[in-house]
């Protein structure tokens, strides 16, 4: 039964859904446009370089022997549930953290398709500083951390009504 609160997660959910597509055709036209490995310069500062990540951000436990790839894709697909629910429960009036949630959503999504679909992540956007290169990421990622910065932001502008 959709309920009038469930109602209000819709169309957040389309976004997060969006941010799906984006970050899926994003990693497709990497995978079939650039080389393992091979840096694609964009910009003085950005490259597009393909790696594959079968770690967590910043490929944490990317060495280990696979039981990793089980473990992050059961966190996000438990966490997605979680945040639908925490959606769904967001006020319309709340955009900065409904906006949030389904940004962190889709994005978790679409490392989990690729968990799933190939038991890594497909990264590509390298940005650097002369030899100095921060760690290699995707659309999916991006989403994550724009959405984290959103939810921080909103709790700290949002006054509490606890006492």
């Given at each position: ?8 997660a ?41 790696n594959?990540?079968t ?10 022997n ?12 438990v ?10 429960r ?24 690729d ?10 956007i ?11 990421f ?18 700290l502008l949002?006054?509490s009504?606890?006492?």
């Amino acid at each position: 039964m959709v309920t009038k609160k469930s109602k209000k997660a819709w169309p957040w959910l389309w976004f997060s859904v969006l941010v799906i597509l984006l970050d899926q055709l994003s990693k497709y036209l990497a995978n079939h446009f650039l080389s393992l490995g091979h840096p694609v310069k964009i910009l003085p500062f950005l490259n597009f370089t393909l790696n594959y990540n079968t770690g967590a951000a910043f490929s944490f436990l990317g060495t280990e022997n696979g039981w990793q790839i089980i473990f992050f894709a059961a966190i996000s697909f438990v966490v997605s549930i979680f945040l639908i629910l925490w959606l769904s429960r967001t006020s319309r009036s709340e955009i900065m953290m409904s906006l949030g949630l389904s940004l962190i959503i889709g994005g978790a999504l679409g490392n989990f398709i690729d968990r799933l679909r190939w038991s890594y992540v497909t990264d590509f956007i390298d940005f650097h500083i002369k030899d100095w290169h921060f760690a290699t990421f995707n659309v999916a990622d991006s989403a994550i951390c724009v959405g984290v910065f959103l939810l921080i932001v909103h709790m700290l502008l949002t006054p509490s009504s606890k006492p």
